[in-house]
């Protein structure tokens, strides 16, 4: 899998120019559905992906859902974090926000 491949490419004027689009995250709104946890010591988004979604790829649903993840995977200790779980709605409104761009 690429890291490229959902995102679209931008031929320029240059054919050896690639340029891609940047990946527009939504916001996840507050559902009743949602799990909260509080953190405990060296608690890591990716491996709370993993719990919860069975695949640690999803890290960046728990980040965004909770304004984490600017430069480390790490969260710090006794901090309450919302898990949202209908994850099928989570690929719904990232279609939704890139087309809204």
Same mark, same amino acid.
């Given at each position: 899998?690429? %890291?490229?491949?959902?995102?679209?490419?931008?031929?320029?004027?240059?054919?050896?120019?690639?340029?891609?689009?940047?990946?527009?995250?939504?916001?996840?709104?507050?559902?009743?559905?949602?799990?909260?946890?509080?953190? %405990?010591?060296?608690?890591?988004?990716?491996?709370?992906?993993? %719990?919860?979604?069975?695949?640690?790829?999803?890290?960046?649903?728990?980040? %965004?859902?909770?304004?984490?993840?600017?430069?480390?995977?790490?969260?710090?200790?006794?901090?309450?974090?919302?898990?949202?779980?209908?994850?099928?709605?989570?690929?719904?409104?990232?279609?939704?926000?890139?087309?809204?761009?």
């Amino acid at each position: 899998m690429n %890291r490229y491949d959902s995102t679209n490419q931008i031929t320029g004027s240059n054919s050896f120019t690639k340029k891609y689009e940047t990946v527009t995250y939504p916001e996840f709104s507050r559902k009743e559905s949602d799990i909260y946890i509080i953190s %405990r010591k060296l608690e890591r988004l990716d491996l709370l992906a993993e %719990r919860y979604y069975d695949d640690s790829r999803y890290w960046w649903v728990i980040a %965004r859902a909770n304004n984490l993840g600017k430069g480390t995977l790490t969260i710090p200790a006794g901090r309450q974090i919302r898990i949202p779980q209908s994850i099928t709605d989570v690929y719904g409104e990232l279609r939704t926000a890139r087309e809204e761009r």
